[in-house]
């Protein structure tokens, strides 16, 4: 999913790092490995009231002369903004105004993109009014006081700004589904491939950048792209030759990276081993939907176990994983293999899910008054005053709470399993992020209208 940006423009110190800070929170920067978005440059997702996205800071630069770094700015604004939904120009209240924040103005009103003008370092109330009425003159329309060390002003700069940010399911989406085979060497990720595919191969598509580690190949199903993320397989058909234990735990780890949905392919003879145990580790710390493919099943005395058994061994042996469903196929009679591609789209579309703060909020609800949270010693009882969702693949919960360490990991595996009850989710790992929050403080983070548990 591609969220929208936001772009944080202006010259150095004026104090744009502190402002995206402040709205990013302890997000941490995230790298986007998708085409569009530019590499070297880091994103951090933040949100207002409903609307999520992602800032861009445009600093880092400090020159001496004021002159000298204006075409560098330019260049970078440039990038950034062409991404951009909208950009925040950031000027400072305190220096007041500058011949280098005319020139970036001057340039802005050209941008074909909403432009807010966020006056910085205006603690004083009174004072902060007349600081920024300065900056009327930059033909920019009104300009916000606000401090970001602070956090004062903020929350009405951000209700303007949101209404030029699209709602996320307004936004372009990826339909294609992709979709990474892995597992280690001869549990059948080439056959299966093969099943999928048929004897002559579709479509294959070399990306590039990627040749060296995986070749994809795209089939279509009922309306819907996959894309299958092939770690080993192809290569090996065209004899070149790996040692028959050669297994790049790299290759698979890049390939869980890259894709929506992990099929870990497990040997029904061997069972679960260590390394499976790794990558399935691996899905879950990235995110990643996942389903559990036995492989070879054909190939099993019936007798000895059932598809019951089975799949409550395998379950338990990757106990990080007890949602993902777990099917059991022929990659060489063909049997079941369909019912893959079933199972990855419904997986596919728990990753993407969007759930609404009010439902989030019913859940919570009902949750603490079957189950109330736990008590300190000193008596002080956990407080969650309310739940929103803050973004997808996987569905990641922000809950603010009053103390986050009164939350103990039983708790904390409640709501969860509360949340899946109630909510599904089926194939995709979901996270809840716990943000101690004072009252006061929530000025800034908090969906205004959210409703408090
Ligand atoms: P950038 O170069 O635009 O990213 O600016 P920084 O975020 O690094 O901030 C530059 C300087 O301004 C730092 O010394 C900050 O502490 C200071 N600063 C940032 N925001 C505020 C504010 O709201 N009020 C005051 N008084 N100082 C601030
Ligand atoms: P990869 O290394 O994971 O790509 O594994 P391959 O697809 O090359 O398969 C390894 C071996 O397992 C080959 O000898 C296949 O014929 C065999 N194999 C793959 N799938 C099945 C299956 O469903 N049943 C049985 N009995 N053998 C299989």
Request: net charge negative.
């Amino acid at each position: 999913m591609k969220l929208p940006i936001v772009a944080i423009i202006g010259r150095p110190n004026v104090g744009k790092s502190t402002f995206a800070n402040r709205l990013a929170g302890d997000q941490t920067a995230i790298v986007y490995d998708e085409p569009g978005i530019t590499r070297d440059r880091t994103y951090r997702p933040a949100f207002w009231c409903d609307r999520e996205f992602l800032i861009v800071d445009t600093g880092g630069l400090v020159f001496n002369d004021d002159t000298e770094f204006l075409p560098l700015i330019r260049q970078q604004a440039l990038t950034a903004l062409s991404e951009a939904c909208a950009a925040i120009f950031v000027v400072d209240g305190q220096s007041g105004l500058t011949i280098a924040d005319q020139e970036i103005a001057e340039w802005l009103r050209q941008q074909p993109k909403p432009v807010l003008l966020a006056v910085n370092k205006c603690e004083s109330p009174d004072q902060g009014i007349i600081q920024a009425a300065e900056f009327w003159e930059l033909g920019l329309g009104e300009p916000y006081p606000i401090s970001a060390i602070h956090g004062s002003g903020t929350g009405d700069l951000l209700d303007q700004l949101i209404n030029h940010i699209p709602h996320v399911t307004e936004v372009e989406e990826d339909t294609e589904i992709k979709v990474a085979i892995i597992g280690r060497p001869n549990v059948g990720k080439s056959s299966l491939l093969n099943a999928f595919v048929g004897e002559e191969r579709a479509i294959v598509s070399p990306i590039s950048g990627t040749t060296r580690d995986a070749i994809d190949t795209v089939v279509y199903r009922d309306g819907q792209n996959y894309r299958l993320i092939d770690t080993a397989g192809i290569r090996k058909k065209k004899h070149i030759e790996y040692g028959a234990e050669f297994f790049s735990i790299n290759r698979a780890f890049k390939a869980i990276r890259r894709c929506d949905v992990a099929l870990l392919v497990i040997d029904a003879l061997d069972g679960v081993t260590d390394q499976d145990q790794k990558l399935a580790g691996r899905i879950v710390e990235e995110g990643r939907a996942c389903i559990i493919v036995v492989n070879k099943w054909d190939a099993v005395e019936k007798d000895s176990y059932t598809i019951y058994d089975y799949e409550k061994d395998v379950q338990s042996r990757l106990n990080f994983t007890e949602w993902a469903d777990v099917v059991f196929v022929s990659a060489e009679t063909g049997q079941r293999v369909e019912k893959i591609l079933e199972l990855v789209s419904t997986a596919a579309a728990s990753h993407k899910r969007r759930v609404s703060t009010s439902v989030i909020n019913e859940v919570l609800e009902d949750a603490v008054s079957w189950h109330s949270p736990p008590t300190s010693r000193s008596g002080r009882q956990g407080r969650i005053y309310y739940g929103t969702q803050v973004s997808t693949q996987p569905p990641t919960i922000a809950l603010f709470v009053n103390d986050a360490k009164r939350f103990n990991d039983n708790y904390r595996r409640y709501i969860e399993r509360q949340f899946r009850e109630q909510l599904g989710f089926k194939g995709t790992p979901i996270k809840l992020l716990w943000r101690s929050k004072k009252v006061r403080e929530m000025e800034l983070s908090s969906p205004n209208r959210a409703t408090r548990v």
